[in-house]
């Protein structure tokens, strides 16, 4: 038990850490996009910027209006970051760390639940701006987790185990990308939309809502929301790196998540906003119909093939 609390604690420090570096290469990235610099004043290039920016943040005054619900728009930032760090004890460590047998049950849960911050958030602000984010939020969690569930499904099926130790070890041979290649595009821009990433952002929605759901939280909420969507990037992509290009814990493993953290940064700064009414009409006259026949075709197949 003392060696499990200590492996999940320096997870999470790793995670941060990580967090902290991932703001300075997107500023960097969208900076290069865009013909500009990007920071480069704190320490050498800039690499001092992350630690910088948490400090201002965490030692600023907390304000809040006086019509908020305190303690929901208190806690919720709390929650979010607190979902977004419990996501990893799934991952299957070779440390011995936490065996889910049920790990994309886990996945499904605790990712529904993410929701919820988000919507409590906008509500108990009581701002019209943050109110309109939560409700956008909810509606689009609702039209994309359904995909990522089918999805998943599709998965679940073929191997026929819910463990993502069992995902790796079935992707010795081949990579899941090559047999499943139109359901990880699928994947990935569901993806995007759990995120509250570009170019799905709604509950962001800058240039409509101000800063959308967060617009009244300043400091250390602001920095514990800003933290739960950052570790979400990082978790997502090494579930994508698991799910389609296996998982084996060496130097290529993290060169793949890299590249899928790189993709969503990039995206972000050649995308525009799509279309609110848009994204409902995608997801569910498109993406849902598509993904249950993806499903219902794998399931033939393993049928037909248990047969031979």
């Known amino acids: 038990m003392v060696m499990l609390i200590i492996y999940y604690i320096l997870l999470l420090v790793c995670v941060l850490i ?116 939560g409700l956008r939020a909810v509606a689009q969690t609702i039209s994309y987790e359904v995909s990522l569930a089918l999805v998943l499904l599709s998965f679940i099926i073929v191997v026929g185990e819910y463990s993502l130790e069992d995902f790796v070890e079935y992707q010795n041979s081949f990579y899941f990308i090559f047999f499943f290649y139109l359901l990880s595009l699928v994947w990935i821009v569901s993806c995007m939309a759990e995120m509250n990433r570009t170019p799905f952002d709604f509950a962001e929605g800058e240039s409509e809502l101000v800063s959308g759901f967060n617009v009244e939280y300043s400091a250390g909420g602001f920095a514990l929301l800003f933290l739960g969507e950052y570790s979400m990037i990082i978790l997502m992509s090494t579930v994508m790196v698991i799910l389609f290009l296996s998982g084996d814990l060496y130097f290529t493993f993290f060169l793949k998540v890299g590249f899928f953290i790189t993709l969503v940064l990039w995206l972000r700064g050649t995308l525009p906003r799509y279309r609110y009414d848009k994204l409902m009409s995608l997801a569910w006259k498109s993406i849902l119909p598509f993904t249950l026949h993806c499903l219902f075709m794998y399931m033939g197949f393993k049928v037909v093939f248990e047969v031979i």
């Open 18 to 133: 990580s967090v902290a570096f991932l703001t300075l290469l997107e500023r960097k990235v969208l900076g290069y996009i865009q013909i500009r610099k990007g920071p480069n004043k704190v320490g050498i290039s800039g690499i001092l910027q992350p630690f910088s920016d948490a400090i201002k943040l965490f030692t600023k005054e907390q304000t809040w209006s006086s019509v908020s619900n305190y303690l929901l728009y208190f806690f919720s930032p709390v929650f979010m970051f607190f979902m977004s760090l419990f996501l990893w004890s799934m991952m299957p460590f070779m440390t011995g760390f936490f065996d889910f047998e049920f790990g994309f049950f886990f996945f499904l849960c605790v990712l529904s639940l993410g929701v919820y911050p988000l919507m409590i958030a906008g509500w108990s602000s009581n701002s019209k701006y943050a109110l309109l984010g």
